[in-house]
């Protein structure tokens, strides 16, 4: 009995971590959103974002992991180095995004990237995805044209308002998905090979020196930051960057991948159900209908993936 009760309660654990994780990264299109009513430019709350998060990581990383770091080679510099790039293209493009967009359609459109991921390992690394994973791609771009279409078409707020510029924001949201593809792909042996620590501290460090150059070029550097947005960038850095991704790979040890790539779909449907919450925002029958194709497009592609 009591070891039948450890092994119940440390299942709970693990799935209990896993969804924690999950409910935290939900709030980050909210907390953009926050920074943003404050009075921050999307790049700069980006540049804002993973400047705190480096300064967590990368102080901690070399007390704990500095001769692990001190025998990586110049190759897995620079490969660290582009998949730093790439994730700050994907902050730049999606924060962006939400200026113009409704929160569940750029959060739906940017989780996207396991369709671009498998698109990408046909294209580059001569892989043709099973049927399953073509079947997934095909259903999710179907639910992707919907999702746009149905913002086309103005999806009400609660204030009567609608997107800003829902073409440009779904557009952007897609670029994110493409862009956060090519930092999993490009980083992937990496990760393979060193801690998950020195991986996430020389990642972040690369990203968040990037996205200050393209935030300050484009004249939001942190300077530009009011007082009363740092708040919520402070709480998008401890919560979804550093608590809700900690969490969601930690799960890695004891869930599949292919559970843990699953469970994340969930962030779409809670960053809506806050958004209808706390902002007001509804989502229309045709959005709906895109929600739920893109959704099932993106669990076939997994599992297709997993098959194979």
Do not use: K
């Amino acid at each position: 009995m009591a070891s039948s009760a450890l092994g119940i309660a440390g299942l709970g654990r693990r799935y209990g971590g896993l969804a924690l994780g999950v409910l935290i990264v939900s709030t980050a299109a909210l907390l953009i959103r926050s920074a943003m009513g404050a009075g921050a430019g999307p790049l700069a709350v980006a540049a804002g974002r993973l400047t705190l998060a480096a300064l967590v990581v990368v102080p901690l990383a070399l007390r704990r992991r500095g001769p692990e770091l001190a025998r990586l080679r110049r190759p897995d510099w620079t490969i660290a180095a582009i998949a730093g790039v790439f994730l700050a293209a994907h902050f730049a493009t999606w924060v962006s995004s939400l200026a113009y967009t409704s929160v569940a359609s750029s959060v739906a459109l940017v989780t996207t990237n396991p369709v671009w991921v498998g698109l990408a390992s046909w294209w580059l690394l001569r892989d043709p995805p099973s049927g399953r994973t073509l079947a997934g791609i095909v259903l999710a771009a179907a639910g992707s044209a919907l999702v746009i279409t149905s913002d086309l078409v103005a999806t009400p707020f609660a204030d009567g308002s609608g997107p800003s510029a829902p073409l440009l924001g779904n557009l952007l949201a897609l670029a994110g998905a493409i862009a956060v593809s090519g930092y999993f792909l490009v980083g992937r042996r990496l990760n393979r090979r060193v801690s998950l620590l020195a991986y996430v501290a020389i990642v972040y460090g690369a990203s968040a020196i990037a996205m200050n150059l393209i935030a300050t070029i484009a004249g939001q550097g942190l300077l530009t930051i009011p007082a009363a947005a740092w708040l919520p960038i402070a709480a998008l850095a401890i919560g979804p960057q550093l608590a809700g991704h900690t969490l969601i790979n930690a799960s890695l040890r004891h869930l599949s991948a292919t559970f843990v790539a699953l469970a994340i779909l969930g962030e779409p449907i809670g960053s809506a159900l806050l958004a209808w919450l706390l902002l007001g925002e509804t989502i229309a029958p045709l959005q709906g209908a895109g929600f739920a194709t893109l959704l099932i497009g993106i669990v076939v592609a997994a599992s297709g993936e997993q098959r194979s």
